[in-house]
Every structure is written in C-alpha cells, then in structure tokens.
C-alpha cells in the first residue's frame, strides 16, 4: 500500500532563517507531488506541484522554493524565512490521471 | 481568488442527527468534486467524490449531492457521531489540481 510521509511534523524558526521541509512517497511510482500551505482557520492553497524529476510548477509568488530531486522526493524550501511564513504545510501525492489526492500529516511551521 | 467556497463556516449538530453541509463552486467547467475531512493537527483525509456527469453518490453514512444548474454540492452524514467532529472541505479538480473552500467546521452534541 501507498504511504506518504512528511518531516519535521513541528518547527519553529526564527525571521531570516533557512527552512527545508521533506516529503516522501512509498508504494508508487512517478506520482504527481504537491506542497499545500493551510493558514490558521483557512482552507488550503496551493504552492507547488511537480509531475515528474525536476518538473515544478509554482501555483502562487512566494518566498518559497521547491525541488523534487527524486521520483517520491518533494522538498519545500526557504532560504530566508518571513513571519508570513508560519502555516500548516501539507504535501500531497495522487497518481498520475487520479483525481483524489492523498494527503501527508503536515508540517506545522512558527516563525519568529 | 478561491474557486469554491462553504456556505456556513461552522455547524453545531446534536448526536445521532443528520448533518448537511454545503458548498458553492464557481467554475462550470469543473468535472470532479471530492469532500475531504480535517481533525484537528492533521492532514485532511478523503470522504467521498462524485465525477460532474452524476447528481448523488453514496459511501457509508455519508451521501454527495450535486447539483451543477446552481453550482452547489452537499455533503450528508447520517446519525452524526462524536468522530465526525471536524473540517470538511469540498475541492474541485482542474487539471489533476484541487482547489479548496475555507471549510466547514462541525461540532457534535452529545
């Protein structure tokens, strides 16, 4: 079966620093990957998606970076982080021509 | 700006009533819906999805009407309990990408 995981699941950094947060896919091959921010009380945007290696697609302009160096791999990165930046981050997985998306624990990010 | 979006931001019901929960959407070229769950701290998980060319789907407890003139979707969970206290989210896929309302938060009675 499929699973999908995501680390660090809680970070607190302060303004200006760097950020990377990973996620990985087990059980599927070539998936369509996605980085998701949910603000408190909102519902999900968009931030990236990438259909293949080194295919990313950015959905909004943003501080934010993100790299898929592996087939399962997704990785979120900042090089320097903003308060605005603070959020619960999910990555999500689907298989490629799904429609339903299968969702990570999250990873919920303070900046200070 | 969001394409879909929930008509009421919170919903209080009382165990073991039937609970509604709506959904307006915006784009008519839309041809998946999925309504998702959110407890608290965690990722969303599937419920239920329903493709454009049907009007009802149903899965255990929980019932998806579309309704494509008035662009509007409902989810319906029978005998509400404890566990279904969460968020729900109604999504819309376009080109394998789904787009989120602001959800719906349900709190259960006892």
């Known amino acids: 079966s499929q699973t999908i995981h995501q680390w660090p699941a809680t970070l607190v950094q302060p303004v200006g620093s760097p950020l990377s947060l990973e996620c990985t896919v087990e059980?599927?091959?070539?998936?369509?990957l996605y980085w998701y921010r949910q603000a408190a009380g909102r519902g999900l945007q968009l931030l990236f998606y990438?259909?293949?290696?080194?295919?990313i697609s950015s959905e909004v302009p943003q501080n934010l970076s993100a790299s898929r160096p592996q087939d399962r791999q997704f990785i979120l990165s900042s090089k320097k982080l903003l308060l605005s930046d603070s959020g619960f981050y999910l990555c999500?997985?689907?298989?490629?021509?799904?429609?339903?998306?299968?969702f990570g624990a999250g990873s919920r990010l303070t900046v200070l | 700006g969001e394409s879909v979006g929930l008509h009421l931001p919170t919903l209080s019901v009382q165990e073991g009533d039937n609970s509604i929960i709506n959904c307006a959407y915006s784009?008519?070229?839309?041809?998946?819906f999925i309504w998702y769950k959110q407890e608290s701290g965690k990722g969303p998980q599937f419920i239920i999805d329903i493709r454009s060319n049907m009007d009802k789907r149903q899965g255990q407890r929980v019932t998806v009407l579309l309704n494509k003139t008035v662009k509007h979707l409902s989810l319906q969970i029978a005998a509400t309990q404890p566990g279904d206290s969460a968020v729900y989210f109604c999504a819309e896929n376009n080109d394998y990408k789904l787009s989120f309302g602001a959800g719906t938060t349900v709190t259960v009675r006892a």
């Open positions: 059980g599927t091959s070539n998936p369509n």
């Open positions: 784009n008519s070229a839309s041809d998946y």
């Open positions: 990438s259909v293949g290696i080194g295919q």
């Open positions: 999500a997985w689907g298989g490629p021509g799904a429609n339903v998306l299968t």
